[in-house]
């Protein structure tokens, strides 16, 4: 199967990092069980021993995002949030757990996936689970009028022929998102407590290394499409519509 075809972030190579401390259960030969830490408590995840999407393990960068996160509460309570690339689901468990947040996942339209989320959040007490969207970076989406003020994602760049259609869905979601309430843009600052995101945003955290290179056309392809890149300091990303793009 042609990997360009899928949504990178469950792309987890099978012998990829884990967090510190974690323990782990063989379940059967097609999934495995690990009780990974993060800030202030475990969460126990069901990872594929083998996807054929290689929706497999957590990468390191979704420990850094969540900490990130936890530094900067303020700017994600109260947001309407959408995880892109949600893999196991892991991030959003415990932005939920952690901050009560209302957030949905999404991945790549595969009912696999879908299926090992909602048994993550059942595992750790997410009853019901989260709301998941099928959706294939640069498919049409299946929400025409999307309410999300914020879009998040973690280790999503690593796939370059992915970009185009990853910036496809980020400038649709971006372009056509409708507030629920009266809501108003705001930029994109960290200046301690004070601190707001636009609405709506994409905050996106890349941990992972590749090259410079490769890595700069994400960031370039967001330009010319009409977004604006700021980065927020330990490669946690804000991406918005740039002024006149609306």
Request: hydrophobic fraction near 35%; glycine fraction near 6%; include cysteine.
């Amino acid at each position: 199967m042609d990997i360009a075809l899928f949504s990178p972030a469950s792309l987890f190579a099978a012998d990829g990092d884990s967090s510190d401390g974690e323990t782990t259960t063989e379940t059967s030969q097609s999934f495995v069980e690990r009780n990974h830490q993060f800030p202030g408590f475990e969460l126990q995840i069901r990872e594929f021993g083998f996807h054929q999407l290689n929706a497999n393990l957590l990468w390191p960068g979704t420990f850094a995002f969540a900490d990130w996160l936890l530094q900067h509460r303020h700017l994600i309570q109260k947001r309407r949030c959408l995880e892109i690339g949600s893999g196991t689901g892991a991030l959003a468990i415990f932005l939920k757990k952690e901050f009560n947040l209302d957030i949905t996942t999404s991945d790549y339209n595969d009912q696999e996936i879908e299926d090992n989320i909602v048994h993550n959040c059942i595992a750790n007490e997410i009853i019901p689970s989260l709301p998941h969207i099928k959706h294939t970076w640069g498919d049409e989406f299946p929400i025409s009028e999307p309410d999300w003020d914020l879009i998040i994602a973690s280790d999503i760049l690593l796939y370059v022929k992915q970009y185009p259609n990853l910036i496809k869905s980020l400038t649709f979601l971006l372009k056509t998102y409708k507030p629920t309430n009266d809501v108003s843009p705001t930029e994109c600052k960290l200046n301690g407590a004070d601190t707001e995101l636009p609405r709506p945003v994409f905050l996106m955290s890349w941990r992972r290394r590749i090259g410079k290179d490769d890595e700069s056309l994400f960031f370039t392809g967001c330009e010319e499409a009409g977004l604006e890149v700021k980065h927020l300091g330990n490669r946690v990303y804000c991406i918005k519509l740039r002024q006149g793009s609306l």
